[in-house]
């Protein structure tokens, strides 16, 4: 007898996890690596996540179980935080999860079943397919490429659309591209989803961190008729540095999130209170001078990244409008020498740029991209430019374009 179910068959090790762990070898052995694989910031957490955190621990009705959709304050705070001002968003429509990563698969596992297809703009982060896989839908990958801005649109959608559609993943700002839409483009595809019947799950995790002249707005407001078919995610873990601290949330109607609710008594039950503590801390406080400098610092080396990338020869990056990574075509190395290596795929340039320059990026293989690289821009100035320096000499040097 085989010892695990059949559905563990359709996931597998996740190619960043792969790269992280290879990294780490590496760093062990005392190779100075520069790590551009990274999904978080660079920063530790604003000092009142803490504060709240330490205070919280001595309070006894925090060390026992408490509700299991989450502390009523942080649901409130979530809500008044999340509504657009009439009254949408309530305590009730609000669930607190362990991460970001739990209110995704609980929003796919509740609503998606053997038989159901879920829309997935591609390049995706990097966990949406195995979710669906477990949940036993089919995801259907519409790939939008840096041509098109990595945006899909709506005759996009039309197309792979079928009756068994039940779902479409909206993620604005997305990792692994950055690319954030319009109000207008957020609009079109809110209202196409609206018309068909389909729901939308709305992966908000990176809503604050995008750079002006841009804003951020949900599909959910902008398309109020989608209220009902819409489920949004969220945390604290990106903008806030508070990735450790594992709280996220998922808003909807109060019906399914009750629902879902259920499923989270009978899994995991509610997430730790003393983290659930330090996060309603840092929402009552709104943090916008640090959220501010986080931002500034951000953009400063999002340009510095551009300009680095931009002038390796035959490298295609686009301006991300948001989150902290950028995702450079990297399609002109293929079928050519780097290193003495011939390279056949973006994957086999992450190995190399690993081994041979002991710079960690991740490959466009694990965001159903081949041909381009993840790197994130969070990391300090004199690394970054110091990894630019390797990967521009390691891919020049190699004269891929054969020139002398
Ligand atoms: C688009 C997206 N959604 C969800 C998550 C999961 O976030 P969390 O660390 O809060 O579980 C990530 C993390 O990388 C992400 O990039």
């Not at 949004?232 to 996220?248: E, L, Q, Y």
């Amino acid at each position: 007898m085989r010892a695990l179910a059949d559905r563990m068959g359709r996931i597998g090790e996740s190619v960043t996890s792969a790269t992280t762990a290879k990294a780490k070898a590496l760093r062990d052995a005392g190779h100075h690596v520069i790590n551009f694989a990274a999904g978080e910031l660079d920063a530790g957490s604003p000092p009142s996540a803490g504060a709240a955190a330490a205070a919280a621990a001595h309070h006894e009705r925090l060390h026992h179980y408490g509700p299991q959709s989450g502390l009523p304050e942080l649901r409130q705070a979530v809500a008044e935080h999340l509504d657009p001002g009439d009254g949408s968003v309530r305590a009730e429509n609000v669930l607190i999860t362990s991460g970001t990563k739990q209110a995704v698969f609980h929003a796919i596992f509740a609503l998606i079943g053997p038989g159901d297809d879920v829309l997935l703009p591609a390049p995706y982060w990097t966990s949406y397919p195995s979710m669906i896989h477990l949940a036993g839908g089919t995801p259907v990958e519409v790939f939008a490429g840096w041509e098109h801005g990595f945006k899909v649109d709506v005759d996009m959608l039309e197309r792979a659309a079928t009756d068994r559609t039940k779902m479409l993943i909206f993620t604005s700002p997305a990792n692994p591209t950055g690319a954030l839409y319009s109000p207008d483009e957020t609009r079109a595809i809110g209202e196409w989803a609206a018309r068909r019947g389909i729901a939308v799950l709305s992966d908000e995790i990176y809503d604050r961190l995008v750079f002006s002249p841009h804003h951020f707005q949900s599909i959910a407001d902008l398309v109020p008729e989608l209220r009902d078919r819409c489920l949004r995610t969220g945390g604290v873990g990106k903008s806030f540095a508070m990735t450790g601290w594992r709280i996220g949330w998922l808003t909807g109607s109060a019906t399914l999130i009750r629902s879902i609710g259920a499923l989270q008594s009978h899994t995991t039950g509610h997430p730790s209170n003393i983290a659930q503590a330090a996060t309603l801390a840092v929402i009552q406080n709104g943090e916008s001078d640090w959220l501010a400098k986080t931002r500034e610092s951000l953009d400063r080396r999002r340009q510095t990244m551009l300009d680095g990338l931009r002038a390796i020869p035959g490298l295609v990056c686009l301006e991300p409008a948001g989150a902290f990574y950028v995702f450079p075509s990297v399609e002109a190395y293929l079928g050519k020498e780097v290193a003495g290596r011939q390279v056949s795929s973006s994957l086999e340039l992450a190995e190399i740029l690993l081994t041979e320059a002991q710079v960690a990026v991740i490959a466009g293989e694990a965001f159903g991209a081949p041909g381009y690289l993840r790197l994130s821009y969070a990391l300090d100035d004199t690394d970054l430019a110091e990894g630019i320096d390797r990967i521009s000499r390691l891919l020049t040097t190699s004269r891929p374009f054969g020139v002398k």
